[in-house]
């Protein structure tokens, strides 16, 4: 792997984003907004605990899907992005292979998990392991029963879409969901760190 | 002699290499885009089994009411002219609208956004829709008015009007005491 991560994460985690004079912050071919991570472990937890057993897992599975769909356009705003431009592509010699790991510089960069692919087979199977992620949070004592990290679980599947998926499809009817990913283990119920296995769907 | 002092809001933000999180005013930030805000919206919209519309209004409301409240005890802001002015910055600098609180008291106000990252992400995302969807603007109005009132959460009820994503030149929010 020729990826720098550290100068990545170094570089890309000093960029600002702030809204302009409208209170909006366009970039990266979408609106972005900066909010406390407090609110969306909110909801996804109180959510997840309030509906009934039954349903637990479509409510996981639609926490996942936002992050999944989320994670594809978002993505790919990111890698065309001038910034990756400037600061990643330099690095890139085996593609889509060092995409992906220049993605997930910047997935740690930008404050979403300090995060790492340890296992990359192309085109079939990645394993991304989380040191620390703000989604573990909803933990501050014990252990859960349940897997919490549903934003990485949807990120890592989209990226393996944007790498081995075909062509970017704005649409989303192509591409996205070729991937999906499971989380093994987590922070939150316990473990040393998250763990996140990407197969094909 | 009359001395004008413009209120600025000024957010001390760090990145921690250790946990490679980012940390505004003590607290952990993220950065997502509007197809997350409206993903996560559409899911509480969907949700027949609870009030899912109501339970991320509220969420927004704890997160917010908790980030205005330390915000202004930590600059021991006290006036409620300053203490509207940054919190509608506030809004803005988390990306998620320009905000106007055109009247509030104890008892009631009305708030318009001028622009939002909700309806405005909604209509990028899926065109225009019959009702209001940005209960996560609702619950930041709530946390507002009981942040500048020193009130308890949830003393405030909120309504969206009129809406952007609906077709409205700008949104409007109705706030009453409960």
């Not at chain 1, 996981?60 to 600061?87: M, P, Q, R």
């Not at chain 1, 009817?173 to 939150?188: H, Y």
């Not at chain 2, 209120?7 to 607290?27: V, W, Y």
């Amino acid at each position: 792997m020729s990826i720098d991560r550290k100068k990545i994460i170094s570089a890309m985690s000093q960029i600002e984003v702030l809204g302009n004079d409208d209170g909006l912050n366009p970039g990266f071919n979408v609106f972005v907004n900066m909010m406390p991570a407090k609110f969306w472990n909110s909801f996804a937890e109180r959510l997840t605990r309030r509906v009934p057993a039954g349903m637990q897992e479509v409510a996981e599975a639609l926490l996942i899907n936002a992050a999944h769909e989320c994670g594809y356009h978002t993505g790919y705003g990111i890698i065309t992005s001038d910034e990756w431009k400037a600061v990643v592509e330099p690095q890139i010699k085996k593609v889509p292979e060092d995409i992906l790991h220049g993605a997930f510089a910047i997935f740690t960069a930008w404050g979403w998990a300090k995060s790492e692919i340890v296992e990359l087979v192309p085109n079939e199977r990645m394993v991304v392991r989380a040191y620390d992620y703000y989604e573990s949070d909803v933990v501050a004592y014990g252990a859960s029963s349940k897997h919490s990290a549903y934003m990485i679980c949807g990120v890592c599947a989209a990226f393996m879409d944007l790498a081995y998926g075909g062509p970017y499809d704005a649409s989303g009817k192509t591409g996205l969901r070729t991937f999906n990913c499971v989380q093994t283990k987590g922070i939150e119920c316990g473990d040393e760190y998250g763990e996140f296995v990407v197969s094909k769907a | 002699m009359t001395s004008y002092r413009k209120t600025e809001l000024e957010l001390n933000k760090a990145f921690d290499p250790q946990s490679c999180r980012h940390i505004m005013e003590g607290n952990t930030v993220v950065l997502h885009c509007h197809h997350y805000a409206t993903l996560y919206t559409q899911l509480a919209m969907d949700c027949g089994m609870l009030d899912a519309k109501a339970l991320m209004a509220e969420c927004s409301e704890d997160t917010w009411e908790e980030f205005l409240r330390e915000y202004f005890r930590s600059r021991g802001v006290s006036s409620v002219r300053e203490r509207i002015a940054l919190a509608e910055q506030s809004y803005a600098a988390a990306g998620l609208g320009r905000m106007r609180v055109t009247c509030a008291s104890p008892e009631s106000g009305e708030v318009t956004l001028d622009h939002s990252h909700l309806d405005e992400g909604w209509i990028k995302k899926w065109g225009h829709y019959k009702s209001p969807v940005n209960f996560i603007g609702a619950g930041y109005i709530s946390a507002l008015f009981s942040a500048v009132f020193d009130l308890p959460a949830r003393s405030f009820a909120v309504t969206e009007a009129e809406a952007i994503v609906c077709g409205a030149p700008r949104s409007r929010f109705i706030v009453v005491a409960r």
